[in-house]
């Protein structure tokens, strides 16, 4: 039995509603428990503000095409390099860092909990093997059914519970966590080396649209009644004027589940553009937002631009050999059988360049105008946007007005005219930022039934312990403390353990894989299925005998069962 | 007992379809794999267990000494060399890397002596590429360059290309075009549907030439290029441009020969140019079963896919200076040990002088050519046959291996994590 006691902390924990209550939290076990023996070691908190474990619902730090990101950037890597040092061991890597790097930097900012952003399915058993190497957070991965052929099919006939089933079964095969759709339909056309311009256009020889696949997919996802909604990328990913599909596709969605969303639109900035080329480029946040404001069962992520280099890396895979055609950096594409696909290019955001500040405005009047924090998610789209260690500043930014300005001061000067940014004067508080940050991802990821993103009793004990208070604390003028307190916890604790102090990691962690398995009856087992076996044997190259992830490849195994309807 | 689905652990392939019957503690037949597979599925004489050098002979020592053995080798020295890991699974590589983070040796795989340009070249300007099934489902045009997979990849041709069954193709077979490009007629040229002949050397001025075409600069080329003719030129950009889908698939004849990483540079580029015109992809035949795999695993342990020196602490590439046959042609390691591959049967003269001279310990089933160079040598289970793991196929897709035996054989992990352990715990003291 191991116990342990924080006292003095300032608690914000937005699922159990409090806020910034200077109270202690008992740890036994790696739970939160009422309270714990004398014998506990103690913590002193001194009314340093406490949150429950930061989790990130929309990141890339394992698999394929992370992978492939390090492997072609050798500049990258050098770009961010420690060595070994007591249990932690050597990292290398400034946008993409190594497995390690993305763990302790994580941990360090007190993040306890990561999904993985993209896995195609053929490609998972990669993921979870980098995710054995990301020792102090918890995983899961997002999988990508937006060019799944035996999907594609079922769509065409009419058949929602097969969309259904073929989910099911992959999910259960590929120990994924929740249903992604990337581009659909787009990463189908692209393996003929064309694309979808947005959802009524029809996928090359499936003759589906992509809102086709969409709304199946969603009435699917809700058939098997899986934690998390679908999480959408949506097509027509960073073009001029392409705000109107994005509001397309927000359209398509009902609001069909109590407890959350029914759709996560994730990183809106890059969807959220005006104008009909790069001369006239200009913001849409607002009309965008207007439609999230009035729809509860949207939630979206902020997907926020910082300045400098990182690495973009997608399974949209002719959006990034659109952006390899305007860039002319190397470029990495990979397409996956019967699935999807991946593009990687590297990218240099620049101050001075008018697109790309306005594309950092737009991020920020998201966040800004969104009226709920619980819809709108603090997220780079590591390291899309920018690599997840700028979080800290984008916090600072959406606190302080008085920041916002000093940096606007220093973009290109016609942003001015093409945004709404330097008229929004809201500055987003502690308890926003938390939702922001944890309980709204938590709740949107729909696992805070499995004591994720709060500290109630029986919750996972991940706790991060910043060194600021917040009573002594004026956010709006003070940003760089801001900023420094949130780069750095001074505890961080996973499981009731204390595994990162002062940003330096004290324990070789052992992280715990989600994933789920939906019960669907006989009728509904793709496994049993001989048209899907047949086709299976066929078409893909491997033995559908050798495609499931045997469970040597999680550490820690969170299976989460659902009744399916089907 | 017949055992089905079971991985083949010889080449990039990784064919994943095949039968293997199992009678006591042997296989006795093997179905659907090549030539090459069923030698090694089939087994040979394996060593019955660690041996250690002695004057001019070899004594038996047990697994528990031989550990110790190799785990004081690494200690003591003061640059060792971990050199090999293409023939194990990824479990065993990834406590490799971490043994030589704590030992701050060099860690470096077989690619640097195969696809090492390659990857320089990837990382020049990226890899626009594909898993094997998108070719085999769409693929009306691959083209082999400076590979010959009827010897080298034997199941390449009907598994993944031009007799593979493809989706959107009638009759894959008859609706496949195949050029293939070498300076021999090799087997796999014989059933090309153009096979071009280029002087030895040559193969970056035919490249350059097929992307002048490819752009619409035809005026500038001249009536041969390294032995090709024009005309023979326009047809092949022809035939690219003019296909659905597009694939080429080169090999060590390309990345091996004069101009090396620029060959693959030039190749990639030709790819990305076809890119705008149709769907094209490019790969590597890669050949040990599992390269990529210590590729994949040494990136993301790493940040680098091989030669990383971590004498300063940090992980260090640069490839020329960290990389196993530098190290020995310099003289500088002074222990080295040898995971799943036969350096001396494949390195430079001068690096193996330099091998003679030092403690080496080696970790392979069978007696090899590095054999001779050995202290110490350590049998273990073959990955695919006796011990289960993963391992990447040539383009990217992992597959776990199948264990079809039972022996007492240790596997690569298990031997290497004890080393690491002893290694760690004498490092704490």
């Known amino acids: 039995m191991s116990e342990l006691l924080i006292r003095n902390a300032c608690v914000i924990d937005p699922l159990k509603g409090i806020n910034a209550e200077t109270m202690d939290i008992a740890i036994r076990d790696g739970k939160i428990v009422e309270d714990v023996s004398s014998a506990a070691e103690v913590i002193d908190a001194r009314g340093a503000l406490t949150l429950p474990g930061g989790i990130d619902s929309h990141t890339h730090i394992c698999g394929t095409k992370v992978n492939f990101g390090r492997y072609m950037s050798p500049e990258d890597m050098r770009a961010g390099r420690t060595s070994r040092c007591g249990p932690m061991h050597a990292t290398s890597g400034y946008s993409v860092p190594t497995t390690y790097g993305n763990s302790y930097r994580y941990s360090a900012m007190g993040y306890t909990t990561l999904l993985e952003g993209a896995m195609a399915p053929l490609e998972a058993r990669h993921t979870h093997e980098e995710f054995l190497y990301t020792p102090l957070q918890d995983t899961m991965a997002n999988t990508l059914f937006d060019g799944n052929w035996g999907i594609m099919e079922a769509i065409r006939d009419g058949d929602t519970r097969r969309v259904a089933a073929i989910i099911a079964w992959t999910l259960q095969a590929v120990k994924g966590f929740g249903v992604k759709l990337t581009n659909p339909g787009g990463t189908e056309a692209w393996q003929w080396g064309k694309n979808v311009s947005c959802i009524r256009d029809p996928v090359p020889y499936f003759e589906v649209t992509p809102a086709e696949i969409i709304t199946s997919v969603v009435e699917a996802n809700e058939m098997l009644d899986l934690p998390h909604s679908v999480h959408i990328h949506a097509n027509n990913l960073g073009t001029p004027g392409n705000y109107t599909c994005t509001l397309g596709t927000l359209g398509l969605i009902p609001d069909l589940n109590p407890k959350r969303q029914t759709l996560y639109a994730t990183h809106i900035q890059f969807h959220a553009y005006g104008g009909s080329g790069w001369k006239d480029f200009c913001s849409k946040s607002e009309p965008i937002v207007r439609f999230v404001n009035m729809r509860p069962q949207i939630v979206i992520d902020m997907g926020q631009v910082m300045f400098g280099r990182t690495t973009t890396m997608t399974a949209d895979g002719p959006m990034e050999f659109n952006l390899y055609r305007l860039h002319h950096e190397k470029w990495s594409n990979h397409d996956v059988e019967l699935e999807t696909g991946s593009g990687i290019i590297p990218v240099l955001y620049r101050r001075k360049n008018l697109v790309n500040s306005i594309m950092w405005a737009i991020g920020l009047e998201l966040a800004l105008l969104t009226e709920s924090p619980w819809q709108c998610l603090l997220t780079t789209d590591n390291p899309n946007g920018a690599p997840f260690v700028k979080y800290p500043e984008i916090i600072a930014l959406l606190m302080s007005k008085k920041y916002r300005d000093a940096e606007f001061a220093t973009i290109h000067p016609d942003t001015e005219s093409r945004v709404p940014l330097p008229a929004i004067e809201r500055e987003l508080d502690w308890y926003e930022i938390a939702v922001m940050t944890r309980a709204g991802q938590a709740k949107a990821l729909g696992i805070q039934d499995r004591g994720k993103g709060h500290l109630g009793l029986g919750a996972e004990a991940d706790v991060a312990i910043y060194p600021i208070r917040i009573d002594e604390t004026d956010p709006s003028v003070d940003y760089e403390r801001v900023i420094e307190a949130f780069s750095r916890t001074e505890y961080t604790i996973k499981r009731g353990r204390v595994v990162s102090r002062k940003g330096k990691c004290l324990v070789d962690g052992n992280n715990a894989t989600f994933w789920v398995r939906p019960e669907v009856s006989d009728d509904y087992d793709m496994e049993k299925d001989p048209d899907f076996i047949e086709k299976f044997d066929r078409y893909y190259t491997v033995r559908m005998r050798n495609y499931p992830v045997q469970e040597e490849y999680l550490n820690r195994n969170r299976c989460i069962e659902t009744e399916a309807e089907i | ?429």
């Not at chain 2, 500088?332 to 091998?355: M, T």
Request: aromatic letters at 8%.
């Open chain 2, 1 to 429: 007992m017949i055992v089905k689905d079971v991985v083949c652990p010889f080449c990039g392939c990784l064919c994943d379809d095949i039968e293997v019957e199992v009678e006591g503690d042997r296989v006795v037949s093997v179905c659907n794999a090549c030539e090459l597979g069923t030698t090694k599925l089939m087994g040979e004489k394996r060593m019955k267990g660690p041996i250690l050098r002695d004057g001019d002979g070899w004594r038996e020592i047990t697994y528990d000494e031989a550990i110790r053995y190799a785990a004081d080798m690494l200690l003591s020295a003061e640059r060792p060399l971990l050199y090999g890991w293409s023939g194990t699974h990824g479990e065993a590589q990834c406590v490799g890397v971490h043994m030589a983070e704590l030992v701050r040796g060099v860690i470096d795989n077989t690619s640097s002596v195969c696809h090492g340009p390659s990857i320089l070249a990837i990382q020049e300007v990226g890899h626009p590429g594909c898993t094997l099934g998108v070719v085999k489902n769409r693929a009306d045009l691959v083209i082999y360059w400076g590979s010959n997979p009827i010897d080298a990849h034997p199941r390449h041709l009907s598994r993944y290309t031009y007799y593979a069954d493809g989706f959107f193709l009638e009759n894959a077979f008859r609706d496949r075009k195949v050029i293939v490009v070498d300076i021999r007629k090799t087997e796999t040229a014989n059933i090309a549907d153009e096979f071009v002949q280029i002087k030895p050397g040559g193969d970056y001025a035919v490249l350059s030439a097929l992307r002048a075409l490819v752009r619409g600069k035809g005026e500038t080329i001249p009536r041969t290029v390294s032995g090709v003719t024009r005309e023979q030129l326009i047809r092949v950009a022809d035939l690219c441009k003019g296909a659905k889908f597009g694939a080429v698939y080169f090999g060590l004849g390309l990345t091996m020969t004069p101009g090396k990483y620029k060959n693959i540079r030039n190749a990639i580029e030709l790819v990305s140019e076809l890119s705008r015109h149709t769907k094209f992809t490019i790969s590597a035949m890669r050949g040990h079963y599992n390269v990529y795999g210590s590729n994949e695993v040494n990136t993301w342990m790493t940040g680098y896919p091989f030669g990383i020196d971590y004498s300063r602490g940090i992980a260090f590439y640069n490839p020329g200076e960290t990389t196993a046959v530098d190290i020995l042609a310099r003289k500088e390691c002074d222990a080295a040990l040898i995971v799943g591959s036969d350096p001396a049967a494949h390195f430079p003269r001068r690096c193996l002088d330099h091998l003679a001279d030092i403690p080496v310990v080696q970790l392979d089933p069978y007696p090899n050519a590095t054999t001779a160079f050995c202290n110490v040598q350590i049998p273990v289970a073959v990955t695919g046959i006796d011990a289960e793991g993963t391992a990447y196929r040539m383009d990217g897709v992992p597959i776990r291996t199948r264990k079809v035996l039972s022996t007492d054989y240790p596997s690569d992990e298990e031997i290497l994590s004890r080393m690491y352990a002893l290694m760690q715990e004498e490092r704490e003291r």
